[in-house]
C-alpha cells in the first residue's frame, strides 16, 4: 500500500510539473467559456424563492511572454458577457456607460504575469468603476492555484487568506481558503454572544487539467450562511458559483521583449496593481439624514418612546448618522422642529458614536451648566451603552470631571466612562491596560478614598460595577469586609458583576461574609456573597455545608429562605447539581422536613422563568426578592436574553427600600448591623449591564411622611426613557466573483419606565409597581453589489413586550406580601424584502417582493410558587 501511494505522490509531481511547463504554453490562445450564478435567500422562505442573477459569456487567455522558469505575461479578453435575470431575458452587459455594448468584441482586456501559480502583477485599464475593475480582479484571482499538496497564506480579490491544496487525483486538484481578511473594511460585531451575529464561511475551488497537463476547468464556489444569534430564524444563506471550461484552443501572436521589465513597457494604457479589492464609501442613496428624521419625527415623538415605532425609526437613522459631519448633525438637533423630540435626538447621537455626533453634542451642550440637565443626562445614558466607545470621547469626559458641580451629572458621567471603559478595554485588540482605561480606574479609586460620606463613596463604587477591572477586586474585597452597611452592600454588588473567574481567588472572603465568621454583615450582603459561591462551581463538601446552614440557629430565616430559593434554582438549570442537592439533602433527615427545607416563614423568592422563545428572542426572566421584617429590601428583575450557554441583561430593574421595618412589622429576625433607620425607598436601572444614577422616591422620615399624607407618592414617577442599540453588527466581503457582500444587523430597544412606591399607615399596607413598556426593532440585511447587478434581501422585525412587577403588603395583622409578575399580549411582525436592481438602466427596479409574517404571543402571569399564591389570595380576599 505504501509503495503504491508514493507512486500516485509521483505521478502528481510529475503532472505538476507538466502543467507549469504546458498550461499557459506561449503562443496559444485558450478560450473558456464561463458562468457565475450568484444567489442569496433568507432562512425563514425556501431555497427555491431566492433571489440571484447569472453572469456568463467567454473568456480569451492567451500566452503573450515568459518561460517556464520566470512565468508568464497573460492577455484575458471578456467576450460578449451578458445578464440574466430569472424573470427577464437577457440584458447585454454596457460596460462603458450605453455608449457601447459587448456584442462579440473585445472590449474589456486585462494583463497578468502568473509565475508558479500566484498571480505576481495585474494590469487592467481605469474603468473610473471599483466594482467592475473588482470583476477583473476575480477572474485573475480564479488563476491562481498551485498543483500540490501544501498550506500557504495568499492575496487575492477576496482578501488575505489561509489556503490549503489537496491534491484528489493526478489531473484534480482542491484549494480550500479559510479566514480571509482585509483591512479596508469596517468590520464590528458585538462580543456578547446573545446580541451577536454568527458567520459561517466556505471558499472552495477545484482546478481540473487534461491528461496532457493543459488547464481544463475551475470551479470555484463561496457560500456564507448569515445569522442573527438572538433569532434564530433571521439570517441569509449567499453563494456564488463561477465556472470555466475550456473550449477552443489556438496559437496567437507573442511580444518580443528582452526581459518582464521591457514586455511591461509594452502594455500601454494599463496600470499595475493587486488583486486585493478597491473599496468605495457607501453610496446608498436612500436620502440625506434631514429628510429621513424629517420622515421619521412622528415615530419619535415622547409618547411613542416605548414603542415598536420608535425603536424601528432610530434604526433607520442609524447608518446614514454614521456618515454624517458634526456641522450636519448640529443643524439638526438646533432646528425647531425637532425641539420635541430633543431627548431621542440624543438617543441617535449616542447610538451613531463617532467622533463627528460627539463634536455635535458638545458643540450644542455644556456639562457645566445646570442648564438642559435631563438632555444631557439622556445623551451620557445612551452613550453608555454603545457598543462603539471612543478613546478620544472618555479622554474628553474623565477631563470634564473636575469642573462638573451638578451632582446628577457628576454623577452619570461617571458611571459613563466607566460603562464606556469597560467596553473598550473588551474591543478587539484592547484591554484593562489601555490607557484611558487605565485612567479611569484611577480616579474611581482615588476618589473613593478621597470621599469624606457613603453617599459619595457609593458612586464610585457604582463605577467600579460598570468598569469591572480585575484590578479593582482587591479594593471591593476590602470595602465589603471592613465598611459599614451601605458600603459593604454596594461592594458586594459591584463584585457580583465580576467574571466569576476573576472571583476565584477570593472565595474565603465571600465565605467569610455569607457565614458571618469575623463579624456580622448585611442580610443583603450575605446573599449576594452566596450568590457568588453557588456560581464558583462548588465542590460537594461545599454545597453539603450551604445544606447544614439550613439547620444552624442563625436568627436571619429570610436568608434561610433565599439560600432554598437560589438552591432550587441551580438545580433546574443544571442536572448535575440537581443530583448531588437530592442526595445531601434526602440523607440528612434534619433538613429533608417540612420546617427546614420548606421554610414556611421566610418571603424571600429567586426564580427563574421562561420569558419568550422563537420566533421571538429567546429569553428568561429572573427574579430576585429580597425580603425584611415584612418589606421589600432588595428586588430585582432581569430580562435576559440567552444564545446556548450564553446570557445578557437587557435590562435591570430594582426596587430597594430601608428603614420601613418599624412602620410594618414588629418581627423579632435580627436587626442587621449597622442599619441606618432612614426610611428609603428607590429604582436602580441597568440598561444592557450599565448601571445607571439610582432614582430615590424618598429618603428620611419627614419626606416619607409628606408622601404618605400628600399622595404624592402614588403617581408613579419616570424612572428611565430611551432608545438604545441592541445588535450592532457590519461585516463586509468580497465574493470570488469581486462583488461586495455587505451583511449589517442593527437592533434596537426602546423603553419607557415608571415605578412607584406607597405605604399608607391608615390601611396599614405598602404597595410598589414597576410599569415597563418595550418596544423591540431588528433590521437585518444582505446586499450583493456587482458592476453589473445588485440584490438584496432584508428582513425587520418588531414587537413590544411588557414586563408589570407589583408587590401588596398587608401588615394589618400577620405580614402578607403578594409579588406579581405579568407579561401582557404582544404580537410580532417580521417583514421580508427581496429586491434585484440593474443601476443606471431602464430596468433598475428589476425585481421586488414582500412578505409579512405576524405571530401573536399570549401574556400570563408567572407564577412564581406556592406559597406566593396563597398569600395573593389572602391578600384578594380582604
Known amino acids: ?33 464561463f458562468v457565475n450564478d450568484v444567489s442569496l435567500y433568507d432562512l425563514k422562505t425556501a431555497a427555491e424563492q431566492s433571489v440571484g442573477y447569472r453572469i456568463s459569456g467567454d473568456l480569451k487567455v492567451s500566452s503573450i511572454y515568459g518561460d517556464s522558469e520566470n512565468g508568464f505575461l497573460l492577455r484575458f479578453k471578456l467576450i460578449s458577457p451578458q445578464l440574466y435575470l430569472e424573470k427577464f431575458k437577457a440584458i ?18 486585462f494583463y497578468a504575469h502568473w509565475k508558479a501559480g500566484i498571480v505576481e502583477k495585474a494590469f487592467i485599464k481605469d474603468t473610473k468603476d ?26 487575492d480579490v477576496t482578501g488575505t487568506c489561509n489556503v490549503k491544496y489537496i491534491a484528489k487525483s493526478s489531473r484534480r486538484f482542491m484549494k480550500i481558503k479559510t479566514n480571509c481578511k482585509n483591512e479596508n473594511f469596517n468590520n464590528h460585531e458585538r462580543t456578547d454572544q446573545p446580541l451577536g451575529c454568527d458567520t459561517k464561511t466556505t471558499r472552495v475551488n477545484i482546478v481540473e487539467t487534461s491528461a496532457d497537463g493543459i488547464l481544463d476547468s475551475i470551479h470555484s464556489s463561496d457560500h456564507h450562511k448569515l445569522s442573527v444569534n438572538a433569532y434564530k430564524n433571521v439570517g441569509f444563506k449567499t453563494g456564488s458559483l ?21 514586455a511591461f513597457k509594452t502594455l500601454d494604457g494599463f496600470k499595475e496593481t493587486t488583486l486585493l479589492p478597491e473599496v468605495e464609501g457607501d453610496s446608498s442613496e436612500d436620502g440625506n439624514l434631514v429628510k429621513l428624521i424629517k420622515d421619521a419625527k412622528d415615530n419619535l415623538k415622547n409618547e411613542d418612546v416605548g414603542k415598536e415605532n420608535s425603536a424601528l425609526a432610530l434604526l433607520n437613522l442609524v447608518s446614514k448618522g454614521r456618515e454624517s459631519k ?32 460627539y463634536l455635535a453634542f458638545r458643540s450644542t451642550y455644556n456639562l457645566t451648566d445646570d442648564e438642559n440637565i435631563d438632555t444631557i443626562e439622556r445623551y451620557l445614558q445612551s452613550l453608555s451603552v454603545g457598543n462603539l466607545p471612543r478613546q478620544s470621547v472618555i479622554s474628553h469626559l474623565l477631563q470634564s470631571i473636575d469642573q462638573i458641580e451638578n451632582g446628577k451629572i457628576r454623577d452619570t458621567v461617571i458611571q459613563t ?14 484591554s484593562f491596560e489601555n490607557e484611558a482605561v487605565v485612567n479611569v480606574k484611577n480616579l474611581l479609586l482615588k476618589s473613593i478614598d478621597e470621599c469624606e460620606d457613603n453617599s459619595c463613596k457609593l458612586i464610585y463604587i457604582r463605577g467600579l460595577k460598570n468598569l469591572q477591572s480585575p484590578d479593582t477586586i482587591r479594593k471591593l474585597v476590602e470595602l465589603a469586609l ?12 459591584a463584585l457580583s458583576r465580576f467574571h466569576r473567574i476573576d472571583l476565584e481567588g477570593w472565595k474565603k472572603d465571600f465565605q467569610n461574609i455569607f457565614y458571618q465568621i469575623r463579624k456580622k454583615f448585611d442580610t443583603s450582603a450575605r446573599t449576594i456573597a452566596f450568590d457568588i459561591l453557588l456560581s464558583l462551581n462548588p465542590e460537594t463538601d461545599e454545597i453539603k455545608d450551604y445544606v447544614s446552614f439550613l439547620k444552624s440557629q442563625d436568627p436571619a430565616y429570610e436568608v434561610k429562605q433565599y439560600i432554598v430559593q437560589k438552591l432550587r434554582m441551580k438545580a433546574d438549570k443544571c442536572s448535575e447539581f440537581a443530583k448531588i442537592l437530592k442526595l445531601i439533602v434526602s440523607s440528612d433527615p434534619e433538613v429533608y422536613n417540612w420546617n427546614v427545607y420548606g421554610a414556611l416563614k421566610g418571603l424571600s423568592t429567586a426564580l427563574k422563568r421562561k420569558f419568550s422563545s422563537q420566533p421571538s428572542f429567546n429569553g428568561s426572566l429572573l427574579s430576585v426578592q429580597e425580603i425584611k421584617g415584612g418589606v421589600l429590601k432588595r428586588g430585582n428583575v432581569d430580562l435576559l436574553m440567552e444564545y446556548e450557554s450564553e446570557t445578557f441583561s437587557a435590562f435591570t430593574l430594582g426596587l430597594f427600600a430601608g428603614g420601613l421595618s418599624s412602620f410594618v412589622s414588629s418581627d423579632d429576625e435580627e436587626v442587621d448591623p449597622d442599619e441606618d433607620a432612614t426610611a428609603t425607598a428607590g429604582m436602580e436601572i441597568a440598561v444592557q449591564g450599565n448601571y445607571l444614577r439610582p432614582l430615590v422616591f424618598f429618603s428620611g422620615q419627614g419626606e416619607l411622611m409628606g408622601h404618605v399624607w400628600s399622595g404624592t407618592a402614588s403617581e408613579p414617577t419616570s424612572a428611565y426613557q430611551g432608545i438604545t442599540l441592541l445588535q450592532d453588527h457590519k461585516q463586509m ?26 405605604i399608607s399607615l391608615w390601611y396599614k399596607n405598602a404597595n410598589s409597581v414597576v410599569l415597563q413598556n418595550i418596544g423591540l426593532a431588528l433590521l437585518s440585511s444582505v446586499k450583493i453589489s456587482s458592476p453589473i447587478v445588485s440584490a438584496e434581501v432584508q428582513t425587520s422585525l418588531s414587537q413590544e413586550p411588557q414586563i408589570n412587577l407589583s408587590s401588596k403588603i398587608d401588615f394589618s395583622s400577620k405580614t402578607v406580601m403578594c409579588l406579581q409578575l405579568m407579561q401582557p399580549n404582544i404580537q410580532l411582525t417580521q417583514k421580508i424584502t427581496k429586491r434585484i436592481d440593474i443601476p443606471k438602466t431602464k430596468k433598475e427596479k428589476a425585481f421586488k417582493n414582500e412578505v409579512y409574517l405576524r405571530y401573536k404571543i399570549p401574556g400570563h402571569t408567572h407564577v412564581l410558587n406556592q406559597k406566593n399564591n396563597d398569600m395573593c389570595n389572602a391578600i384578594m380576599d380582604n
Open 1 to 33: 500500500m505504501a509503495s503504491v501511494y508514493i507512486y500516485d505522490k509521483i505521478l502528481i509531481l510529475l503532472c505538476f510539473l507538466t502543467v507549469f511547463i504546458y498550461a499557459f504554453e506561449v503562443g496559444t490562445d485558450s478560450t473558456f467559456s
Open 92 to 109: 447585454p452587459i454596457d460596460y462603458e456607460q450605453k455608449k457601447s455594448i459587448l456584442d462579440g468584441h473585445d472590449k474589456l482586456i
Open 130 to 155: 471599483s466594482s467592475l475593475n473588482n470583476f477583473v480582479r476575480s477572474i485573475l484571482s480564479l488563476f491562481q492555484f498551485q498543483m500540490s499538496d501544501g498550506e500557504a497564506v495568499e492575496t
Open 242 to 262: 463561477f465556472y470555466l471550461k475550456l473550449g477552443l484552443v489556438k496559437s496567437c501572436e507573442t511580444i518580443k521583449a528582452e526581459d518582464f521589465d521591457e
Open 326 to 357: 458634526a456641522e450636519d448633525l448640529l443643524r439638526i438637533i438646533n432646528a425647531r422642529t425637532t425641539k420635541e423630540i430633543r431627548g431621542q435626538l440624543m438617543d441617535l447621537l449616542a447610538a451613531i458614536q463617532t467622533d463627528e455626533s
Open 417 to 430: 466612562i466607566s460603562s464606556m471603559s469597560n467596553k473598550l478595554a473588551n474591543s478587539p485588540n484592547q
Open 482 to 493: 471592613r465598611e459599614p452597611y451601605q458600603i459593604s452592600v454596594g461592594a458586594m454588588k
Open 733 to 758: 466581503f468580497v465574493l470570488n466573483n469581486g462583488a461586495l457582500l455587505d451583511y449589517s444587523t442593527l437592533g434596537a430597544m426602546s423603553m419607557d419606565l415608571n415605578g412607584q412606591f406607597t
